[in-house]
């Protein structure tokens, strides 16, 4: 079992936390037979499978490694302290989905890099910069889709972009990355399915894709359609793509919910589980148009299931990021999700 409580779903304003406050994010690193290997005994770190944590005050950032079957644990396996090519800053994250091979990937939204960790040394094997062009990507997520692709969410737009498309330095997309080489490849842009603001005005917004998961052999990305300015937020979205050919290939609407982000993937029962927090600026609104939502993706189509509405949980709660089937509510407080 691993619980996660993630930043708020937008991490550029300042504003989404306040500073000291502590996040811890454990997801399982994959990799091997799954049985239980404490190998590395005698070594700094711990050979997957295990649990990566992070901790986090926006100012600095820690990642400990734990195997809940052996107990072992190893602090500070790597920090903002450690030497890197570019130090970590105080906003790193975990991809949603263990990746291939049991390696540690680190999403540093304050630089726009990724960090590859070996979990059983915690050595860097390397960095990549994520941001095409220098401008804030704000990558939220990292979804490996064969050994030598993975796709990278990227939740902020380029305002200065050229119009060279082989530069891919536009954002507000998923990036396009051979994690082996450490090289960009290409990009998927998802301007276009992005969901407008409510009626009567439908102001434009960004898709500012947040979280990724690979189910089934396709990848379901969560749009939060927030425009430039956060002020206005669209209705709930997920596009699914098709890393065959690198293309979305369908979109998943969810109208009466918000700024989805959160992404689960039960693979037992082919259930997608979609963490939605809701509009900012109005709590009440925001309550109403929260929750979790669960989609039957065993067909050819995604299929919407149960829902698990934010007010039905406790007045004035909204559902945050979610990953691992838990979901973490704001005020210390959450829930299970059965």
Request: with cysteine; net charge neutral; aromatic share 4%.
């Amino acid at each position: 079992m691993s619980i996660v409580a993630r930043s708020p779903n937008v991490r550029p304003p300042s504003r989404s936390l306040p500073r000291g406050a502590a996040l811890a994010l454990l997801v399982a690193l994959g990799g091997g037979s799954g049985a239980c290997d404490d190998t590395s005994v005698g070594t700094f770190g711990i050979a997957s499978p295990a649990l990566a944590v992070v901790s986090s005050d926006y100012t600095t950032a820690s990642v400990s490694l734990f195997n809940p079957a052996t107990g072992r644990h190893v602090d500070s396996c790597v920090t903002s302290r450690s030497t890197l090519k570019q130090a970590l800053s105080g906003d790193v994250s975990l991809p949603s989905q263990a990746q291939a091979g049991g390696e540690l990937t680190l999403i540093d939204s304050g630089s726009s890099v990724l960090t590859f960790i070996t979990p059983s040394t915690c050595a860097a094997r390397g960095q990549l910069s994520v941001s095409t062009g220098g401008f804030k990507a704000y990558p939220h997520d990292v979804v490996t889709v064969a050994p030598n692709k993975a796709y990278v969410t990227r939740n902020g737009k380029n305002p200065a972009a050229t119009a060279d498309p082989s530069d891919f330095d536009e954002g507000d997309d998923l990036l396009i990355v051979d994690p082996k080489q450490l090289t960009v490849i290409g990009r998927i842009p998802l301007g276009d399915y992005a969901t407008p603001g409510p009626a009567p005005a439908s102001a434009p917004t960004l898709a500012r894709p947040d979280h990724a998961i690979l189910a089934g052999g396709l990848v379901y990305v969560s749009l939060n359609s927030i425009s430039e300015d956060f002020a206005t937020v669209g209705t709930g979205r997920v596009v699914v793509v098709d890393p065959a050919s690198d293309a979305v290939v369908g979109t998943i609407d969810l109208p009466t919910v918000r700024n989805c982000s959160g992404l689960t993937y039960a693979a037992a029962t082919n259930r997608l589980y979609v963490a939605c927090g809701g509009a900012f600026g109005d709590p009440v609104a925001q309550v109403a148009e929260s929750a979790l939502v669960e989609l039957d993706v065993s067909g050819v189509t995604a299929v919407p299931g149960r829902s698990l509405p934010a007010s039905a949980l406790a007045p004035s709660i909204v559902l945050r990021v979610s990953s691992r089937r838990t979901v973490s509510i704001p005020r210390h407080r959450r829930a299970s999700v059965p």
